[in-house]
């Protein structure tokens, strides 16, 4: 396969003959100070061992210029054995030692190493990301996850900066303005997992110690950095503190001491993802250093991101996939145990598991609905199929079928199967047989079927209650029915599997409350599944299936229990049956089966009362979803001005101070439009306007300005101003977004070609510009750039690095004019391209079909008289 894709029969021919016995790799980075130097210099030694002596294999690297390649003393002519993405070499002898010295690129798209001017100083740094497989922008190597080795990096950086990577760094020599830092060889690890972070970072350091079974001490230093403009808004006590929490629980969980030596966090600017596990270096995105004040979802959130990052360092880094259609492997794993491990370590985040049902869950739902849905297990066959296949079943719905599979074989067999399965399998790669079979051995079950089931199967099942009662309102048969996992039509034979679930009985009780008050625990199985036990009892208020949310599933209702919930979902006083609830109407309004103004009616109705923030949080943006896409055109300007009277109520009734009082401004800055709200809006800007308790930080201006641009009241004079008040890489980003908001022709031409005219912008500042320039209430002022946007696809595919590439194609889809026409261009566009790129088609069509949904639940929508009721 020829350009910079990888195919995975050609990895498996690589691996075939090749073993990788270890990395040199030098890096010079004391040019990066310089705005006008666009490489540093990677110079790179491998040791490895061909199988078939005599044989040609080449390595990966994306690089402007190779200096030199040297195979065995043998000097090789650059201009053809690079061709741009590849280094060939051949004759190769049983042992082998190759060199290649090369100028790489610093990037600016935050692949490979990373170069960001921090603007509130001026201040450069580096860091690197690779997955799944930018290593080559850094070094030129076996790019591969199977071809591990042990990697010894030395790193020349200017004297005044700190730089980290996996390993301790074993000495540090100074020559005039540079300095050199001389790493200890890490242990053997993928390509993908190396890591380099240079910079004057800010250092919090710590360290962790615990007694081992054997009696043995092991010390952990610890490290938490981020850019020095930051360092006042670095809470780094609490993130070590989490941190260490972790380690006790993976310690006691996993029985493998952690493998790696130290444990650094750094907090990156422009990051791409929310962190990345390499080993000993762990990456975040620097969002998570909040410079104001955030609600205890947002600290949810980042010990969550802590804990799934510190499981990779076992599940991924210490036993990693064999190849990108086990990623599941480690993705599902790390993003179970994030939610498992928040309550399993102790933290004071209680709620884990009802954000785990309420948001992991939802896009799980939403990625397994498309056309292009794939298995937990997928078929990847190349680098941008891996790419694409970092979504929302690899991880929420792998994480949501080990949650049912730990009710399946119980805790105990799962976490036994998973120590065996490291100690077995240490610095080596796995495939699905592995874990199957180490389960196997600890639970006593045949998991093959189960894994049929699946893993092996794509698509999201239904479960509806079906109930039938005498005279008197006593239950004569209970059963619960399983639609296939095509769509709520498909026939009852067609994609069922075994679930585990629990079906939780709510009634009130004498003050309104509903309250469970019996639960029964079966298997479904088949297309129709009688629970056994519910005859004789009288008829509840409210059936719930998958109460405790064991099963991945979606929750149908019948009518008795829908007419509940309409008039009383908050009245359920267990959160995590509430956010199951929550769920299931909303995925009812997905479907097309409840109109979006009947789900804009319990959120103005129920939100108020709903005690979990973070579930409130998606309330807010679910419900503008509902109006911005699914709500019929002529109810929008209705529904628009209803979310935004309800975000005033109840910001004015909120507890002074709270997280709910914070959602609420937010939800307004995002829903004002009417007179009253933006004169509000503009009063807490300015001072003139106050709401007790609610501090106007910098985040919160930044939303309110916003808020104006949208509505065409905010100055370029204004925006200006606020951008020299937070003259930071957050102030340029949310500035750059009010300008692509406003509802000007200029505006939306201007924010259309910084991105698509010009390769220049992070893309931090491409997701900037899209975010503004696609407000669904401006739809007419985008619809012009539809045509465009059909005729550019191929063009910026090819010519862009695979990162901008799919912020620009997802982030510009025309979805929000949601029309037939629209609908038809991007069918007309697959239907002209068969050619076109796998990954490239299968982003256009996941947007068309979100179009699709969108008509769907306009045309249910539209069907329905508006609701008085909320």
């Known amino acids: 396969m020829p350009g910079k894709n990888l195919s995975r029969e050609e ?52 690089a402007p210029a190779v200096r030199s390649v040297t195979l065995n003393g043998r000097a090789l002519d650059p201009a053809t054995a690079y061709d741009g993405a ?73 004297a005044a900066w700190d730089v980290r990577s996996n390993a301790v760094h074993e000495s540090v020599s100074t020559e ?152 599941w492997l480690k993705e599902s794993f790390a993003d179970f145990m994030g939610s498992y491990a928040l309550i399993g370590a102790r933290t004071r985040y209680s709620s884990a598991w009802v954000t785990f049902a309420n948001q992991r869950k939802a896009w799980a739902y939403r990625q397994d609905q498309f056309p292009t849905t794939h298995p937990v297990t997928a078929d990847i066959r190349d680098l941008e199929d891996a790419k694409l296949n970092f979504d929302g079943i690899t991880y929420a719905k792998g994480a949501s079928v080990l949650k049912q599979l730990v009710a399946y074989v119980g805790s105990e067999a799962f976490f036994e199967g998973a120590r065996r399965y490291f100690k077995r399998h240490a610095f080596g790669n796995t495939e699905l047989g592995d874990l199957l079979g180490a389960l196997e051995e600890t639970s006593g079950r045949d998991l093959k079927s189960w894994a049929a089931a699946w893993l092996q199967t ?29 769509d709520d039509s498909a026939t009852p034979s067609r994609g069922l599997r075994p679930h585990r679930i629990a079906v939780g009985l709510y009634d009130r009780d004498a003050d309104g409350a509903l309250l469970r008050t019996d639960r029964i625990e079966l298997d479904v199985t088949g297309a129709r599944t009688v629970v056994a036990g519910a005859v004789g009892r009288r008829r509840p208020d409210l059936i719930l299936l998958n109460d405790e949310d064991l099963t991945y599933c979606k929750v149908r209702f019948d009518a008795d ?52 923030i973070g579930v409130l949080q998606s309330l807010h943006a679910q419900s503008k979803t509902a109006v911005d896409l699914y709500a019929a055109p002529e109810w929008r300007a209705e529904g628009a001005r209803r979310l935004a009277d309800g975000a005033l109520h109840e910001l004015r009734a909120a507890v002074p101070g709270s997280d709910h009082q914070l959602a609420w401004a937010r939800f307004l800055a995002q829903t004002a439009g009417g007179a009253e709200h933006l004169g509000l809006v ?54 750059t977004q009010c300008l692509a908001a406003r509802p000007t022709p200029e505006a939306k031409a201007a924010a259309w070609s910084a991105v698509v005219d010009s390769d220049e912008l992070p893309s931090a500042l491409v997701e900037a510009n899209s975010a503004g320039f696609a407000i669904p209430a401006q739809r007419d002022l985008t619809a012009l750039y539809a045509a465009p946007y059909f ?48 990954a490239l088609r299968r982003l256009v069509l996941e947007r068309r079909d979100d179009l699709a949904r969108a008509l769907r639940a306009q045309a249910c929508d539209g069907a329905r008289p508006a609701d008085d009721r909320a």
């Open 11 to 62: 990895a498996q021919q690589r691996a075939g003959v090749l073993a990788v016995d270890g990395y040199l790799v030098r890096l010079d980075v004391t040019s990066a100070p310089d705005p006008a130097a666009a490489t540093f210099r990677s110079t790179t030694t491998i040791t490895f061992r061909c199988s078939e002596p005599g044989a040609g294999t080449f390595l990966d690297l994306l």
């Open 176 to 327: 005039g303005s540079a300095r050199t830092w001389e790493f200890a060889p890490t242990k053997p690890i993928s390509t993908y997992l190396t890591a380099v972070v240079a910079g004057p970072y800010h250092v919090v350091t710590d360290h962790y110690g615990r007694e081992l079974a054997d009696g043995t001490a092991l010390e952990i230093p610890l490290a938490a950095l981020c850019r020095k403009s930051l360092a006042p808004h670095f809470d780094a006590e609490e993130i070590l503190g989490v941190t260490k929490l972790g380690l006790d629980f993976f310690h006691e969980t996993f029985d493998y001491p952690y493998p790696f030596g130290k444990y650094d966090q750094a907090f990156v600017p422009e990051y791409n993802i929310g962190a990345m596990e390499n080993p000993g270096c762990v990456t975040f995105k620097e969002e998570f250093v909040f410079r104001s004040k955030v609600t205890d979802a947002s600290y949810e959130a980042r010990a969550n991101v802590v804990l799934h990052e510190m499981a990779h360092m076992w599940f991924g880094d210490l036993v990693t996939p064999r190849w990108w259609d086990d990623l």
């Open 458 to 486: 794509a698509g999201v099942n239904a479960l509806t209650p079906q109930v039938t009662t005498d005279a008197e309102g006593r239950i004569t048969e209970l059963a619960v029915l399983q639609g296939g996992t095509a």
């Open 561 to 612: 229990s829908l007419e509940t919930l309409r008039t009383g979902l908050g009245d359920i006083r267990d959160e995590l049956a509430r956010a199951l609830a929550w769920s299931a109407v909303w995925n009812l309004t997905r479907d097309g089966l409840m109109p979006a103004r009947d789900y804009v009616a319990l959120v103005l109705r129920f939100a108020g009362q709903e005690g979990n």
């Open 791 to 838: 005729k550019l696809l191929e063009r910026v595919w090819a010519e862009r690095t695979i990162e901008i590439a799919m912020r620009i194609v997802g982030g510009f889809f025309p979805i929000a004019q949601t029309d037939e026409q629209t609908l038809a261009e991007a069918d007309a566009w697959l239907e002209g391209h068969p050619q076109a790129a796998p």
């Open 86 to 158: 590849r280094v060939h070499v051949d004759g190769l002898a049983a042992e082998n030692v190759l060199t290649v010295e090369a100028d790489c690129a610093y990037s600016r798209t935050g692949e490979g190493l990373h170069r960001f001017v921090d603007p509130a100083d001026g201040e450069t740094y580096l860091y690197t990301h690779y997955e799944p497989a930018d290593a080559r922008r850094v070094f030129a190597n076996f790019e591969q996850p199977d071809l591990k080795a042990p990697f010894t990096f030395t790193v020349t950086a200017p």
């Open 682 to 735: 503009r009063g807490l800007l300015a001072g003139s306007a106050r709401i007790d308790g609610l501090e106007v930080d910098q985040e919160l201006r930044w939303s309110l300005w916003l808020a104006l641009a949208a509505a065409g009241q905010a100055t370029d004079e204004e925006l200006a101003g606020e951008l020299a008040a937070d003259n930071t890489a957050g102030g340029k980003r949310q500035y």
